[in-house]
């Protein structure tokens, strides 16, 4: 279970992956799979990853806290190498995941349904604001033009340390939102792309079964 503890801490604080409002706050461990080769979205990209293998980071480790305006979720993971400045079309960076599902019982592994919505905070070590996402199943992600996301990363001695927010009251259509607030209980997964290893889009380690997250009153 993911819970985020209530915390008096500004913002700012919250936004520091290594700041003072983070201390004493949990790290629960999710163990990571790598996504089924069967899931990708072309031939050619199962045939061509099948013998490379993908998806190598084992666990990330989240803790979660709210200040009563904001919720934030802090992953930590191990990586070699930062790959924060991707040089050339041949590179990719390092990213992380939080999903949740918009309507309950949406499957993580086909990103969703029609009928049953996910929306995954997507941060990347090469942006400046995480992204917001919608999808209704494999090949049907949305990219919102407009994200209520913050985010912050620091990779330090083989760690990235990263914090994605979201207010709880956000201007945004309904059906893009999962409606988070104090005292609610909801669902999430993550995920982690290693860019050194090439790792986008399907190809990733991420958590098959959704965890329970907790926002505390």
């Known amino acids: 279970m993911v819970t985020?503890?209530?915390?008096?801490?500004?913002?700012?604080?919250?936004?520091?992956?290594?700041?003072?409002?983070?201390?004493?706050?949990?790290?629960?461990?999710?163990?990571?799979?790598?996504?089924?080769?069967?899931?990708?979205?072309?031939?050619?990209?199962?045939?061509?990853?099948?013998?490379?293998?993908?998806?190598g980071t084992p666990e990330v480790r989240v803790a979660a806290a709210h200040n009563g305006t904001a919720i934030y979720f802090r992953l930590e993971w191990?990586?070699?190498?930062?790959?924060?400045?991707?040089?050339?079309?041949?590179?990719?960076?390092?990213q992380a995941g939080v999903m949740l599902p918009i309507k309950d019982d949406a499957p993580i592994s086909e990103m969703g349904l029609p009928d049953k919505p996910v929306n995954m905070w997507l941060w990347r070590a090469d942006?400046?604001?995480?992204?917001?996402?919608?999808?209704?199943?494999?090949?049907?992600?949305?990219?919102?033009p407009e994200t209520p996301l913050s985010g912050r990363g620091r990779w330090s001695e083989g760690v990235w340390r990263v914090v994605v927010s979201r207010p709880f009251n956000v201007s945004l259509p309904?059906?893009?939102?999962?409606?988070?607030?104090?005292?609610?209980?909801?669902?999430?997964?993550?995920?982690?792309?290693?860019?050194?290893?090439?790792?986008?889009?399907?190809?990733?380690?991420?958590?098959?079964?959704?965890?329970p997250l907790e926002v505390e009153r």
């Open 78 to 94: 191990d990586d070699e190498t930062d790959n924060s400045q991707p040089k050339d079309m041949a590179d990719f960076p390092d």
């Open 174 to 211: 309904a059906g893009l939102v999962v409606p988070l607030a104090p005292g609610v209980s909801h669902k999430c997964t993550f995920a982690v792309w290693q860019g050194a290893a090439k790792e986008r889009g399907g190809l990733k380690a991420f958590q098959p079964v959704w965890q």
């Open 4 to 55: 985020a503890v209530r915390v008096s801490a500004s913002d700012e604080a919250l936004l520091d992956p290594e700041g003072a409002g983070w201390r004493g706050i949990a790290l629960e461990r999710i163990e990571l799979d790598p996504t089924p080769i069967v899931l990708q979205p072309s031939e050619y990209v199962q045939t061509k990853w099948k013998p490379l293998g993908h998806g």
């Open 127 to 144: 942006l400046e604001a995480p992204l917001y996402v919608t999808a209704t199943g494999r090949g049907a992600t949305v990219r919102q």
